[in-house]
Protein backbone atom coordinates (compact mmCIF):
# COMPACT_ATOMS: atom_id res chain seq x y z
CA UNK A 1 0.00 0.00 0.00
CA UNK A 2 3.01 2.22 0.51
CA UNK A 3 4.45 1.71 -2.83
CA UNK A 4 1.10 2.47 -4.16
CA UNK A 5 1.17 5.62 -2.06
CA UNK A 6 4.15 7.02 -3.47
CA UNK A 7 3.69 6.18 -7.26
CA UNK A 8 0.35 7.97 -7.42
CA UNK A 9 1.22 10.97 -5.16
CA UNK A 10 1.31 13.10 -8.05
CA UNK A 11 -2.06 12.13 -9.77
CA UNK A 12 -3.88 11.13 -6.53
CA UNK A 13 -2.43 11.45 -3.27
CA UNK A 14 -3.68 9.15 -1.01
CA UNK A 15 -3.73 9.10 2.56
CA UNK A 16 -6.32 9.15 5.62
CA UNK A 17 -9.52 11.55 5.62
CA UNK A 18 -10.57 13.66 8.68
CA UNK A 19 -13.74 16.13 8.46
CA UNK A 20 -12.00 18.45 10.64
CA UNK A 21 -9.87 19.26 7.45
CA UNK A 22 -10.64 17.07 4.89
CA UNK A 23 -13.79 14.96 3.85
CA UNK A 24 -14.42 11.49 4.41
CA UNK A 25 -15.99 10.99 0.92
CA UNK A 26 -14.71 10.42 -2.31
CA UNK A 27 -14.90 12.02 -5.65
CA UNK A 28 -16.65 11.40 -8.93
CA UNK A 29 -14.05 11.09 -11.95
CA UNK A 30 -10.23 9.46 -11.28
CA UNK A 31 -10.15 5.90 -10.34
CA UNK A 32 -6.60 3.65 -10.08
CA UNK A 33 -5.10 1.11 -12.16
CA UNK A 34 -5.52 -2.45 -11.87
CA UNK A 35 -1.97 -4.08 -11.21
CA UNK A 36 0.17 -5.49 -13.62
CA UNK A 37 -0.13 -8.61 -12.53
CA UNK A 38 -3.60 -8.93 -12.37
CA UNK A 39 -4.35 -10.64 -15.53
CA UNK A 40 -7.46 -12.89 -14.73
CA UNK A 41 -11.51 -11.83 -15.03
CA UNK A 42 -11.65 -11.40 -11.44
CA UNK A 43 -9.66 -8.42 -12.09
CA UNK A 44 -11.67 -7.09 -14.68
CA UNK A 45 -14.49 -7.26 -12.66
CA UNK A 46 -12.68 -5.54 -9.60
CA UNK A 47 -11.41 -3.07 -11.87
CA UNK A 48 -14.94 -2.19 -13.12
CA UNK A 49 -16.18 -1.97 -9.27
CA UNK A 50 -13.42 0.62 -8.29
CA UNK A 51 -15.31 2.70 -10.75
CA UNK A 52 -18.82 2.32 -9.50
CA UNK A 53 -18.08 2.42 -5.84
CA UNK A 54 -15.04 4.87 -4.78
CA UNK A 55 -13.84 4.81 -1.92
CA UNK A 56 -13.41 7.55 0.57
CA UNK A 57 -11.32 10.73 -0.11
CA UNK A 58 -9.01 12.79 1.00
CA UNK A 59 -8.75 16.65 1.40
CA UNK A 60 -5.18 17.54 0.48
CA UNK A 61 -3.22 21.10 -0.01
CA UNK A 62 -3.08 21.27 -4.21
CA UNK A 63 0.76 20.97 -4.54
CA UNK A 64 1.78 17.75 -5.95
CA UNK A 65 3.73 15.49 -4.06
CA UNK A 66 3.04 16.12 -0.20
CA UNK A 67 3.80 13.77 2.56
CA UNK A 68 0.68 13.19 5.15
CA UNK A 69 0.89 14.11 8.57
CA UNK A 70 1.26 10.49 10.79
CA UNK A 71 -1.97 9.62 12.41
CA UNK A 72 -1.88 9.60 15.98
CA UNK A 73 -3.83 7.08 18.50
CA UNK A 74 -6.58 9.07 19.18
CA UNK A 75 -7.48 9.37 15.39
CA UNK A 76 -6.11 12.98 14.74
CA UNK A 77 -3.10 13.36 12.30
CA UNK A 78 -0.59 16.14 12.98
CA UNK A 79 -0.61 18.92 10.82
CA UNK A 80 2.78 21.01 8.80
CA UNK A 81 2.63 25.00 8.72
CA UNK A 82 4.13 24.64 5.37
CA UNK A 83 1.08 23.18 4.10
CA UNK A 84 -1.36 25.98 2.87
CA UNK A 85 -3.36 26.84 -0.04
CA UNK A 86 -6.96 25.83 -0.87
CA UNK A 87 -7.35 22.10 -0.40
CA UNK A 88 -8.81 19.54 -2.64
CA UNK A 89 -10.45 16.58 -2.48
CA UNK A 90 -8.43 12.98 -4.11
CA UNK A 91 -9.79 9.85 -5.22
CA UNK A 92 -8.87 6.35 -4.53
CA UNK A 93 -9.74 2.79 -5.19
CA UNK A 94 -10.67 -0.29 -2.29
CA UNK A 95 -6.85 -1.04 -1.02
CA UNK A 96 -4.67 -2.48 -3.71
CA UNK A 97 -3.01 -4.49 -1.20
CA UNK A 98 -5.76 -6.19 -0.87
CA UNK A 99 -6.61 -6.84 -4.59
CA UNK A 100 -5.16 -10.36 -5.15
CA UNK A 101 -7.49 -12.87 -6.39
CA UNK A 102 -4.62 -15.74 -6.79
CA UNK A 103 -4.04 -15.01 -3.36
CA UNK A 104 -5.38 -18.14 -0.60
CA UNK A 105 -6.80 -17.41 2.37
CA UNK A 106 -4.75 -17.78 5.85
CA UNK A 107 -5.93 -20.43 7.77
CA UNK A 108 -8.47 -18.97 11.07
CA UNK A 109 -5.12 -19.68 13.62
CA UNK A 110 -2.59 -17.68 11.64
CA UNK A 111 -5.41 -14.57 11.06
CA UNK A 112 -5.22 -11.63 13.91
CA UNK A 113 -7.95 -11.64 16.15
CA UNK A 114 -9.84 -8.92 14.64
CA UNK A 115 -10.32 -10.72 11.95
CA UNK A 116 -12.17 -13.42 13.34
CA UNK A 117 -15.02 -11.42 14.17
CA UNK A 118 -18.45 -11.60 12.72
CA UNK A 119 -19.66 -9.01 9.88
CA UNK A 120 -22.19 -7.96 12.48
CA UNK A 121 -20.20 -6.96 15.51
CA UNK A 122 -18.12 -5.18 13.01
CA UNK A 123 -21.25 -2.61 12.03
CA UNK A 124 -21.84 -2.65 15.78
CA UNK A 125 -18.66 -1.11 16.28
CA UNK A 126 -18.81 1.24 13.21
CA UNK A 127 -21.82 2.45 14.06
CA UNK A 128 -20.47 4.76 16.89
CA UNK A 129 -17.71 6.03 14.74
CA UNK A 130 -18.31 9.63 13.47
CA UNK A 131 -18.23 9.84 9.50
CA UNK A 132 -14.42 10.94 8.87
CA UNK A 133 -13.45 7.86 11.35
CA UNK A 134 -15.48 5.47 9.62
CA UNK A 135 -13.85 6.04 6.02
CA UNK A 136 -11.02 5.49 7.47
CA UNK A 137 -11.67 2.54 8.34
CA UNK A 138 -12.86 1.85 4.80
CA UNK A 139 -9.01 2.14 3.90
CA UNK A 140 -7.93 -0.83 5.90
CA UNK A 141 -8.67 -3.45 4.00
CA UNK A 142 -11.59 -4.95 1.53
CA UNK A 143 -13.68 -6.82 4.09
CA UNK A 144 -13.40 -3.10 6.10
CA UNK A 145 -14.46 -1.35 2.59
CA UNK A 146 -17.40 -3.15 2.14
CA UNK A 147 -18.52 -2.98 5.77
CA UNK A 148 -18.04 1.03 6.25
CA UNK A 149 -20.01 1.25 3.26
CA UNK A 150 -22.84 -0.52 4.76
CA UNK A 151 -26.01 1.94 4.33
CA UNK A 152 -27.00 1.01 7.52
CA UNK A 153 -24.15 2.80 9.32
CA UNK A 154 -25.10 5.99 7.13
CA UNK A 155 -27.99 7.69 8.60
CA UNK A 156 -26.05 10.76 9.28
CA UNK A 157 -23.55 12.43 7.73
CA UNK A 158 -21.41 15.30 9.68
CA UNK A 159 -19.19 17.51 7.82
CA UNK A 160 -16.64 20.63 9.88
CA UNK A 161 -14.32 22.50 8.74
CA UNK A 162 -13.76 26.05 7.34
CA UNK A 163 -11.87 25.06 4.64
CA UNK A 164 -13.89 21.96 3.96
CA UNK A 165 -14.89 21.18 0.39
CA UNK A 166 -18.43 20.65 1.30
CA UNK A 167 -20.23 20.67 -1.98
CA UNK A 168 -18.19 18.38 -2.99
CA UNK A 169 -18.22 16.00 0.29
CA UNK A 170 -21.56 15.84 0.02
CA UNK A 171 -21.84 15.15 -3.53
CA UNK A 172 -19.25 12.37 -3.14
CA UNK A 173 -20.81 10.87 -0.29
CA UNK A 174 -24.47 10.80 -1.88
CA UNK A 175 -23.24 8.90 -5.23
CA UNK A 176 -21.80 6.60 -3.16
CA UNK A 177 -24.32 5.74 -1.21
CA UNK A 178 -26.79 6.12 -3.70
CA UNK A 179 -25.32 2.73 -5.66
CA UNK A 180 -28.08 0.45 -4.22
CA UNK A 181 -30.51 2.60 -4.59
CA UNK A 182 -30.27 4.22 -7.74
CA UNK A 183 -30.42 8.41 -7.06
CA UNK A 184 -32.20 8.00 -3.66
CA UNK A 185 -29.81 7.49 -0.15
CA UNK A 186 -33.32 5.48 1.42
CA UNK A 187 -31.07 5.38 4.81
CA UNK A 188 -29.71 8.96 5.29
CA UNK A 189 -31.87 11.17 7.61
CA UNK A 190 -29.34 13.76 9.17
CA UNK A 191 -27.16 16.33 7.85
CA UNK A 192 -24.98 18.33 10.28
CA UNK A 193 -22.63 20.83 8.06
CA UNK A 194 -22.70 23.73 10.93
CA UNK A 195 -19.43 25.84 10.42
CA UNK A 196 -18.36 24.93 6.69
CA UNK A 197 -18.36 28.27 5.29
CA UNK A 198 -17.89 26.91 1.77
CA UNK A 199 -21.19 25.15 1.84
CA UNK A 200 -23.31 26.59 -1.25
CA UNK A 201 -26.51 26.42 -2.78
CA UNK A 202 -24.73 23.67 -4.72
CA UNK A 203 -24.31 21.45 -1.80
CA UNK A 204 -28.00 21.74 -0.29
CA UNK A 205 -29.37 20.73 -3.99
CA UNK A 206 -27.40 17.73 -3.81
CA UNK A 207 -29.12 16.73 -0.35
CA UNK A 208 -32.58 17.75 -1.34
CA UNK A 209 -32.56 15.87 -4.73
CA UNK A 210 -30.72 12.82 -2.98
CA UNK A 211 -32.13 12.31 0.74
CA UNK A 212 -35.76 12.46 0.58
CA UNK A 213 -35.73 10.74 3.90
CA UNK A 214 -34.18 13.44 5.67
CA UNK A 215 -35.34 14.38 9.08
CA UNK A 216 -32.43 16.69 10.68
CA UNK A 217 -30.44 19.49 8.51
CA UNK A 218 -27.99 22.16 10.32
CA UNK A 219 -26.02 24.33 8.29
CA UNK A 220 -24.97 26.83 11.28
CA UNK A 221 -22.68 29.77 9.71
CA UNK A 222 -22.98 28.96 6.31
CA UNK A 223 -23.40 32.12 5.09
CA UNK A 224 -23.42 31.31 1.52
CA UNK A 225 -26.52 29.67 1.30
CA UNK A 226 -29.57 30.88 0.59
CA UNK A 227 -33.45 31.19 -0.17
CA UNK A 228 -33.73 29.16 -2.76
CA UNK A 229 -31.79 26.26 -1.65
CA UNK A 230 -33.80 26.28 1.73
CA UNK A 231 -36.87 26.46 -0.61
CA UNK A 232 -35.74 23.18 -2.75
CA UNK A 233 -34.99 21.10 0.71
CA UNK A 234 -38.05 21.67 2.32
CA UNK A 235 -40.11 20.90 -0.65
CA UNK A 236 -38.11 17.82 -1.43
CA UNK A 237 -37.80 16.25 1.93
CA UNK A 238 -41.40 15.82 3.15
CA UNK A 239 -39.89 14.68 6.83
CA UNK A 240 -37.73 17.67 7.61
CA UNK A 241 -38.25 18.06 11.32
CA UNK A 242 -35.56 20.03 12.12
CA UNK A 243 -34.09 22.80 10.61
CA UNK A 244 -30.72 25.07 11.70
CA UNK A 245 -29.69 27.90 9.07
CA UNK A 246 -28.37 30.45 12.17
CA UNK A 247 -25.86 32.82 10.77
CA UNK A 248 -27.05 32.31 7.30
CA UNK A 249 -27.66 35.78 6.35
CA UNK A 250 -28.87 35.56 3.09
CA UNK A 251 -32.14 33.49 4.53
CA UNK A 252 -34.92 35.42 4.85
CA UNK A 253 -37.63 33.27 4.88
CA UNK A 254 -38.69 29.24 4.88
CA UNK A 255 -41.06 28.23 2.15
CA UNK A 256 -41.77 25.65 -0.63
CA UNK A 257 -40.27 25.99 -4.20
CA UNK A 258 -42.92 28.06 -6.50
CA UNK A 259 -43.45 25.25 -9.05
CA UNK A 260 -44.27 22.63 -6.03
CA UNK A 261 -47.00 25.27 -4.44
CA UNK A 262 -48.81 25.22 -8.13
CA UNK A 263 -48.87 21.52 -8.18
CA UNK A 264 -50.53 21.64 -4.75
CA UNK A 265 -53.14 24.50 -5.21
CA UNK A 266 -55.80 21.61 -6.05
CA UNK A 267 -54.86 20.38 -2.31
CA UNK A 268 -55.00 23.30 -0.97
CA UNK A 269 -51.10 23.43 -0.50
CA UNK A 270 -48.95 21.21 1.67
CA UNK A 271 -47.59 21.94 5.23
CA UNK A 272 -43.80 22.17 5.86
CA UNK A 273 -43.58 19.19 8.79
CA UNK A 274 -40.34 21.31 10.28
CA UNK A 275 -40.95 21.67 14.09
CA UNK A 276 -37.78 22.81 14.95
CA UNK A 277 -36.67 26.23 13.64
CA UNK A 278 -33.31 28.33 14.45
CA UNK A 279 -32.88 31.49 12.49
CA UNK A 280 -30.48 33.32 15.21
CA UNK A 281 -28.80 36.05 13.22
CA UNK A 282 -30.81 36.23 10.19
CA UNK A 283 -30.76 39.88 10.20
CA UNK A 284 -32.67 40.57 6.93
CA UNK A 285 -35.50 38.24 8.21
CA UNK A 286 -38.92 40.34 8.31
CA UNK A 287 -42.46 40.31 9.46
CA UNK A 288 -43.70 39.22 6.02
CA UNK A 289 -40.76 36.64 5.95
CA UNK A 290 -41.88 35.02 9.50
CA UNK A 291 -45.73 35.46 8.15
CA UNK A 292 -45.02 32.94 4.96
CA UNK A 293 -42.83 30.73 7.80
CA UNK A 294 -45.78 30.66 9.92
CA UNK A 295 -48.11 30.43 7.38
CA UNK A 296 -46.10 27.25 5.79
CA UNK A 297 -44.70 25.79 9.04
CA UNK A 298 -47.87 25.53 11.28
CA UNK A 299 -46.35 22.54 13.37
CA UNK A 300 -43.32 24.39 14.50
CA UNK A 301 -42.96 24.04 18.69
CA UNK A 302 -39.34 25.46 18.73
CA UNK A 303 -38.85 29.01 17.14
CA UNK A 304 -35.47 30.98 17.77
CA UNK A 305 -35.14 34.60 16.10
CA UNK A 306 -32.40 35.58 18.27
CA UNK A 307 -30.91 39.21 16.91
CA UNK A 308 -33.77 39.10 14.47
CA UNK A 309 -33.48 43.09 14.79
CA UNK A 310 -36.00 43.56 11.91
CA UNK A 311 -38.93 41.93 14.00
CA UNK A 312 -41.77 43.85 15.33
CA UNK A 313 -44.58 42.47 16.94
CA UNK A 314 -46.94 42.78 14.03
CA UNK A 315 -44.75 39.92 13.42
CA UNK A 316 -45.71 37.84 16.53
CA UNK A 317 -48.97 38.33 15.87
CA UNK A 318 -48.54 36.38 12.32
CA UNK A 319 -47.12 33.87 14.53
CA UNK A 320 -49.12 33.12 17.12
CA UNK A 321 -51.74 32.98 14.79
CA UNK A 322 -50.54 30.63 12.22
CA UNK A 323 -48.14 28.64 14.99
CA UNK A 324 -50.60 27.61 18.21
CA UNK A 325 -48.19 25.00 19.24
CA UNK A 326 -44.68 26.95 20.36
CA UNK A 327 -43.52 25.52 23.03
CA UNK A 328 -40.29 27.31 23.16
CA UNK A 329 -39.58 31.00 21.58
CA UNK A 330 -36.65 33.48 21.79
CA UNK A 331 -36.69 36.68 20.80
CA UNK A 332 -33.80 37.81 22.07
CA UNK A 333 -32.18 41.17 20.71
CA UNK A 334 -34.86 41.85 18.81
CA UNK A 335 -35.24 45.72 19.41
CA UNK A 336 -38.85 46.69 18.29
CA UNK A 337 -40.42 44.26 20.07
CA UNK A 338 -42.53 45.45 23.05
CA UNK A 339 -45.28 44.86 25.63
CA UNK A 340 -48.21 44.66 22.51
CA UNK A 341 -45.80 41.47 21.24
CA UNK A 342 -45.71 39.84 24.48
CA UNK A 343 -49.33 40.35 24.61
CA UNK A 344 -49.47 38.13 21.46
CA UNK A 345 -47.41 35.75 22.72
CA UNK A 346 -49.35 35.95 25.83
CA UNK A 347 -52.26 33.63 23.61
CA UNK A 348 -50.37 30.33 23.09
CA UNK A 349 -51.23 29.99 27.18
CA UNK A 350 -50.47 26.94 28.41
CA UNK A 351 -48.38 25.45 25.58
CA UNK A 352 -45.64 27.91 26.53
CA UNK A 353 -42.53 26.65 28.25
CA UNK A 354 -39.78 28.54 27.86
CA UNK A 355 -39.51 32.38 26.20
CA UNK A 356 -36.53 34.80 25.61
CA UNK A 357 -36.86 38.67 25.45
CA UNK A 358 -33.45 38.93 26.54
CA UNK A 359 -32.33 43.07 26.10
CA UNK A 360 -36.02 43.76 24.39
CA UNK A 361 -35.73 47.09 26.13
CA UNK A 362 -39.21 48.33 25.18
CA UNK A 363 -40.76 45.54 27.48
CA UNK A 364 -42.10 46.60 30.75
CA UNK A 365 -44.27 44.93 33.79
CA UNK A 366 -46.83 45.19 31.60
CA UNK A 367 -46.19 42.60 28.94
CA UNK A 368 -44.87 40.34 31.65
CA UNK A 369 -47.91 40.54 33.30
CA UNK A 370 -49.76 39.16 30.27
CA UNK A 371 -47.71 36.43 29.80
CA UNK A 372 -47.43 35.58 33.53
CA UNK A 373 -51.44 35.58 33.66
CA UNK A 374 -52.23 32.91 30.65
CA UNK A 375 -48.99 30.93 30.31
CA UNK A 376 -49.10 29.46 33.70
CA UNK A 377 -47.40 26.51 32.61
CA UNK A 378 -43.91 28.89 31.87
CA UNK A 379 -40.66 26.89 32.73
CA UNK A 380 -38.33 29.41 31.32
CA UNK A 381 -38.08 32.79 31.05
CA UNK A 382 -35.07 34.90 30.42
CA UNK A 383 -35.71 38.96 30.70
CA UNK A 384 -32.01 39.95 31.11
CA UNK A 385 -31.41 43.68 30.08
CA UNK A 386 -35.21 44.66 29.90
CA UNK A 387 -34.69 48.04 32.16
CA UNK A 388 -38.45 48.76 32.23
CA UNK A 389 -38.95 45.23 34.59
CA UNK A 390 -39.83 45.89 38.80
CA UNK A 391 -40.55 44.35 41.58
CA UNK A 392 -44.18 44.42 40.64
CA UNK A 393 -43.23 42.23 37.32
CA UNK A 394 -41.87 39.29 39.87
CA UNK A 395 -45.32 39.53 41.91
CA UNK A 396 -47.18 38.52 38.84
CA UNK A 397 -44.29 35.67 37.97
CA UNK A 398 -44.50 34.72 41.34
CA UNK A 399 -48.08 33.96 41.63
CA UNK A 400 -48.97 33.32 38.55
CA UNK A 401 -46.04 30.86 37.51
CA UNK A 402 -45.22 28.74 40.53
CA UNK A 403 -43.70 26.06 38.06
CA UNK A 404 -40.60 28.34 37.36
CA UNK A 405 -37.48 26.58 37.55
CA UNK A 406 -35.08 29.07 35.57
CA UNK A 407 -35.39 33.08 35.59
CA UNK A 408 -32.84 35.34 34.49
CA UNK A 409 -33.67 39.05 35.40
CA UNK A 410 -30.09 40.60 35.10
CA UNK A 411 -29.39 44.35 34.70
CA UNK A 412 -32.94 45.01 35.66
CA UNK A 413 -31.79 47.73 37.93
CA UNK A 414 -35.15 48.19 39.35
CA UNK A 415 -35.87 44.67 40.86
CA UNK A 416 -35.25 45.09 44.84
CA UNK A 417 -35.08 42.86 47.50
CA UNK A 418 -38.82 42.76 47.54
CA UNK A 419 -39.42 41.50 44.56
CA UNK A 420 -37.14 38.29 45.23
CA UNK A 421 -38.80 37.50 48.34
CA UNK A 422 -42.15 36.96 46.77
CA UNK A 423 -40.22 35.12 43.82
CA UNK A 424 -38.94 32.74 46.61
CA UNK A 425 -42.02 32.59 49.19
CA UNK A 426 -44.41 31.12 45.43
CA UNK A 427 -41.43 29.47 43.10
CA UNK A 428 -40.38 26.66 45.26
CA UNK A 429 -39.13 25.07 41.98
CA UNK A 430 -36.19 27.40 41.26
CA UNK A 431 -33.02 25.90 39.80
CA UNK A 432 -31.43 28.68 37.87
CA UNK A 433 -31.58 31.97 39.11
CA UNK A 434 -30.02 34.67 37.25
CA UNK A 435 -29.14 38.57 39.28
CA UNK A 436 -26.12 40.24 37.16
CA UNK A 437 -25.91 43.50 37.81
CA UNK A 438 -29.41 44.01 39.95
CA UNK A 439 -27.96 47.10 41.77
CA UNK A 440 -30.77 47.05 44.37
CA UNK A 441 -30.03 43.37 45.54
CA UNK A 442 -29.29 42.84 49.08
CA UNK A 443 -27.87 39.86 51.47
CA UNK A 444 -31.63 40.24 52.67
CA UNK A 445 -33.49 38.87 49.45
CA UNK A 446 -30.61 35.78 48.67
CA UNK A 447 -31.23 34.68 52.33
CA UNK A 448 -34.70 34.26 51.48
CA UNK A 449 -34.21 32.14 48.66
CA UNK A 450 -31.96 29.94 50.03
CA UNK A 451 -34.08 29.64 52.99
CA UNK A 452 -37.03 28.54 50.58
CA UNK A 453 -36.11 27.26 47.18
CA UNK A 454 -33.32 23.96 48.26
CA UNK A 455 -33.41 22.87 44.81
CA UNK A 456 -31.52 25.75 43.37
CA UNK A 457 -28.51 24.58 41.28
CA UNK A 458 -26.67 27.82 39.29
CA UNK A 459 -27.09 31.47 41.42
CA UNK A 460 -25.30 34.44 39.64
CA UNK A 461 -24.75 37.58 41.74
CA UNK A 462 -21.99 38.81 39.92
CA UNK A 463 -21.62 42.95 40.09
CA UNK A 464 -23.95 42.84 42.94
CA UNK A 465 -23.36 43.99 46.77
CA UNK A 466 -23.52 41.20 48.14
CA UNK A 467 -22.29 40.42 51.79
CA UNK A 468 -19.75 37.39 52.22
CA UNK A 469 -22.41 36.30 55.08
CA UNK A 470 -24.78 36.01 52.38
CA UNK A 471 -23.13 34.27 50.15
CA UNK A 472 -22.49 31.93 53.08
CA UNK A 473 -25.88 31.13 53.89
CA UNK A 474 -26.76 30.17 50.52
CA UNK A 475 -23.81 27.85 50.57
CA UNK A 476 -25.14 26.04 53.73
CA UNK A 477 -28.62 25.84 52.71
CA UNK A 478 -28.30 25.29 49.00
CA UNK A 479 -25.51 22.72 49.10
CA UNK A 480 -25.47 21.61 45.34
CA UNK A 481 -26.05 25.37 44.13
CA UNK A 482 -22.99 26.60 41.92
CA UNK A 483 -22.65 30.59 43.06
CA UNK A 484 -21.05 32.92 40.41
CA UNK A 485 -19.93 35.85 41.98
CA UNK A 486 -17.39 38.68 42.42
CA UNK A 487 -16.48 39.06 45.84
CA UNK A 488 -12.73 37.56 46.54
CA UNK A 489 -13.62 36.60 49.56
CA UNK A 490 -15.72 34.32 49.01
CA UNK A 491 -14.38 30.57 47.94
Request: overall charge positive; aromatic content about 6%; hydrophobic content about 35%.
Amino acid sequence: MGANNGKQCGSEGKGSSSISSDVSSSTDHTSTKAPKNAATSEDSDLSMRTLSTPSPALILPPSSCLLLPPVLANGSSTSSSSITGETIAMVHAPPAGLIRPQARARPKDQQAAIDRLPDHVFLQVFAHLPTNQLCRCARVCRRWYNLAWDPRLWRSIRLMGDLLHADRALRVLTRRLCQDTPNVCLMLETVVASGCRRLTDRGLHTVAQCCPELRWLEVAGCYNVSNEAVFEVVSRCPNLEHLDVSGCSKVTCISLTREVSIKLLPMHGQQISIRYLDMTDCFALEDEGLHTIAAHCTQLTHLYLRRCVRLTDEGLRYLVIYCPSVRELSVSDCHFVSDFGLREIAKLEGRLRYLSVAHCGRITDVGVRYVAKYCSRLRYLNARGCEGLTDQGLEHLAKSCPKLKSLDIGKCPLVSDAGLELLALNCFNLKRLSLKSCESITGRGLQVVAANCFDLQLLNVQDCDVPLEALRFVKRHCKRCVIEHTNPAFF
